[in-house]
């Protein structure tokens, strides 16, 4: 599953440990979730998205089967 | 579990007591093996200082060893413990068959190991299981269910 969470968080300048930290979990986390190795629980991917002022499937693509951005 | 001890405390101070009972154990049973009971002590204090200075690291493992993980690092404690049980079930079984073969008079506690490990995993269906056969469509099951990860 293609997911734009490196993207938008380049995007917005934050480091891996600057986004993990305002999502509430590990900064390997983040980093599992940008490289497609982990697929958030979904309220995980709903805190994802509210924080970058998305939809979940806007910043989730099921259809992707490609990991990462 | 235990709220009133800081979080990275918590499984030191768990290794320490497993360590001090066990060492009580040696104590309780007297004898010329006495000195193991310090051995224990020794050990379990060691491993308890590494387990907390673990829990300073920035890595999946000191998350766990400070017990501050996240749904990530529980599923992957989870998991590791789920690979665990199944390694001991395996070696319960060979232990079980080894020792029926031989003849020997050891073989009960690998049958008690498999017994546990086989009762354990029941007992996680029920616990965590949603079957519920009986239920009508659109049946109000109340809280909704959530994932043991996050429990």
Not at chain 1, 9 to 38: M, P
Not at chain 1, 46 to 58: C, E, G, H, P, S
Not at chain 2, 27 to 50: D, H, K, N, Q, T
Not at chain 2, 92 to 117: D, E, N, R, S, Y
Request: one cysteine or more; aromatic letters at 10%; proline letters at 5%.
């Amino acid at each position: 599953m293609r997911n734009r969470v490196r993207e938008q968080r380049t995007q917005r300048g934050l480091s891996q440990a600057e986004l993990a930290a305002a999502l509430g979990v590990s900064r390997q986390t983040v980093i599992s979730i940008e490289s497609g190795r982990y697929l958030p629980s979904l309220p995980l991917a709903f805190t994802i998205a509210r924080f970058f002022d998305l939809t979940v499937d806007k910043m989730f693509d099921p259809d992707d089967e490609e990991a990462g951005t | 579990m235990m709220p009133f001890i800081p979080p990275r405390l918590r499984k030191p101070a768990g290794i320490a007591l497993a360590g001090a009972a066990f060492a009580a154990a040696w104590l309780v049973r007297g004898g010329p093996l006495w000195w193991v009971s310090i051995s224990a002590v020794i050990l379990a204090a060691a491993r308890a200082v590494s387990w907390y200075r673990m829990g300073g690291e920035d890595t999946d493992e000191g998350a766990l060893a400070a017990s501050r993980a996240d749904e990530r690092q529980h599923l992957v404690s989870l998991q590791s413990r789920a690979l665990a049980c199944n390694l001991t079930a395996v070696a319960a079984f060979i232990g079980l068959t080894v020792a029926i073969a031989v003849k020997a008079a050891w073989w009960w506690p690998f049958l008690v190991i498999l017994a546990i490990t086989g009762f354990g995993y029941l007992l996680g269906l029920s616990s965590y299981g949603s079957g519920e056969p009986d239920a009508d469509d659109d049946a109000d099951a109340g809280q909704p269910e959530r994932s043991p990860v996050q429990r």
